[in-house]
C-alpha cells in the first residue's frame, strides 16, 4: 500500500520535504492527490500568487471548485487584487500573522463541515518575511488550531534550507514527515523523527 497516499486520507498533520527545484511540481501533485480523496484544501500562499496557483491546478486537471486561498502575496507586491476572484482572501502582508490567524479562522469556519485539509505553500517563503521565531509561534497556534478542530495540515518546505533549530522544532508539531524525492512520495515517518538533522 501506498502509505503516502494512505497518510492523505487520514487527520494529520504532515511536515512534507521536497527538493527546492521540485517544490512547484509536489505542491501540484499534493493537491491533485487530496482532490482525488474528495477532500476540500484552503491554501495558504507565502510563496507564490493564487491565481498563477489556480490556473496552474486548472492546466494540471485538478479541480480547482475544491480549493480556497489566503493569498498573502499579490495585494503585497502589487497593491491591489485581481477582479472577480472567487474562493480566496487577500491580505495586506506576508509578515501579519495576526490578519493571517483571523484569515484561517474565518476561512475554515466557513468550510469546517467539509473536512477540509489546509496546506502552506512554503515555510522557506515564510521566513524571508519573518522572524523564526515568530513561524515557531504561529506554526504551534496553527497546529493546535487544527489539532481541536480535528483536521489535516500539510506544511510543505524546501529540503535541507530550513535552519535545524526550527525544522526540530516544527517536527515536534507534526504527526509525520514525508520526504519527497524526484520520483515520487517517500514516507519517513519513523527514520525523520530519529534523524540527526544537524
Known amino acids: 500500500m501506498d ?3 494512505d497518510c492523505l486520507e487520514n487527520v494529520e498533520i504532515l511536515l512534507v520535504i521536497s527538493p527546492p527545484e521540485r517544490l512547484k511540481d509536489n505542491n501540484v ?11 476540500e484544501i484552503l491554501i495558504i500562499t507565502s510563496s507564490q500568487p ?5 490556473e496552474l491546478y486548472e492546466a494540471k486537471g485538478i479541480d480547482s471548485g475544491k480549493i480556497s486561498f489566503i493569498d498573502t502575496i499579490t495585494k503585497f507586491a502589487m497593491g491591489t487584487v485581481p477582479d472577480g476572484v472567487q474562493r480566496c482572501r487577500f491580505l495586506s502582508s506576508p509578515s501579519d500573522l ?19 485539509a489546509l496546506l502552506i505553500d ?6 524571508i518575511y519573518l522572524p523564526s521565531s515568530d513561524i515557531t509561534k504561529f506554526m504551534h497556534f496553527l497546529t493546535s488550531k487544527l489539532r481541536i478542530m480535528f483536521l489535516s495540515g500539510i506544511y510543505l518546505a524546501a529540503e535541507d534550507s530550513l535552519d535545524p533549530k526550527i525544522m526540530s522544532q516544527i517536527m515536534t508539531f507534526t504527526d509525520r514527515v514525508i520526504n519527497m524525492d524526484s520520483e515520487s512520495y517517500s514516507d519517513s515517518e519513523a527514520d525523520s523523527k530519529e534523524k540527526d538533522i544537524n
Open 3 to 5: 502509505s503516502s497516499k
Open 98 to 116: 495576526t490578519s493571517l490567524s483571523i484569515a484561517i479562522s474565518e476561512s475554515l469556519k466557513e468550510i469546517k463541515e467539509k473536512k477540509p
Open 29 to 39: 501533485e499534493l493537491i491533485r492527490r487530496l482532490t482525488e480523496n474528495d477532500r
Open 50 to 54: 493564487s491565481q498563477y496557483l489556480h
Open 122 to 127: 512554503s515555510l522557506n517563503a515564510m521566513l
